[in-house]
């Protein structure tokens, strides 16, 4: 998938716990699991700006394109 989430590497620089993540933004752990691992095929704008406002960062420091590579051709 060419979109990556790397919602862990924000945590980890604002020394945060997932847990708490999820409670500040009012979701499930479980959800916020679900797209910590990439297993969500999308992502509420209000989520995402919830998640900004509480790690203070932007939707680039969390969510990557990175194109898929072209070995078939």
């Known amino acids: ?5 790397n919602l862990d590497v924000m945590l980890a620089r604002r020394k945060m716990r997932s847990k708490e993540l999820a409670s500040r933004i009012g979701i499930t752990e479980a959800n916020l699991s679900l797209l910590k691992n990439g297993k969500v095929k999308g992502i509420r704008f209000a989520t995402l700006e919830a998640i900004c406002e509480a790690l203070e960062c932007q ?8 194109p898929e590579s072209r070995a078939t051709e």
């Open 1 to 5: 998938m060419p979109i990556i989430v």
């Open 59 to 66: 939707p680039g420091d969390i969510l990557v394109y990175e």
